[in-house]
């Protein structure tokens, strides 16, 4: 598994789009000429979601209803990680909101 970011949420990512780590792009194949790339990421309850990753490092798509559906706000935590396995790749998106001081996942 390869973690391809951990990021407490600003306002920005809240009401415009996700930054995402320069860094973590590499995990993506976008193609020459191509300036973005979809993927879909499944959350703790298995639902799937269609993202957007362009070559400026930020996600759209489902970012916004994945936002309000899960009921995110400036401070919680968004966890994206990769995985390899027989039937291809995988990527798992996670929530965290603290809750009387402890960390909990977003359902």
């Known amino acids: 598994m390869e973690v391809l ?3 407490e949420l600003n306002r920005t990512d809240i009401e415009l789009c996700l930054a995402f780590p320069t860094s973590s792009r590499r995990a993506f194949s976008m193609p020459e ?10 959350d703790t309850l298995e639902k799937k979601w269609n993202f957007r990753l362009s070559r400026r490092s930020v ?5 916004l209803q994945f936002v309000r559906d899960k009921g995110l706000k400036v401070g919680d935590k968004i ?4 995985e390899e396995g027989a039937t291809g790749v995988r990527y798992t998106v996670r929530a965290e909101t603290k809750i009387f001081g402890v960390w909990v996942n977003v359902q």
Not at 59 to 63: Q, S
Not at 79 to 82: A, I, L, P, V
């Open 59 to 63: 996600i759209t798509g489902d970012w």
């Open 5 to 7: 970011m951990e990021k």
């Open 79 to 82: 966890f994206m990680w990769r």
């Open 33 to 42: 000429g191509e300036t973005a790339v979809y993927f879909e990421a499944t």
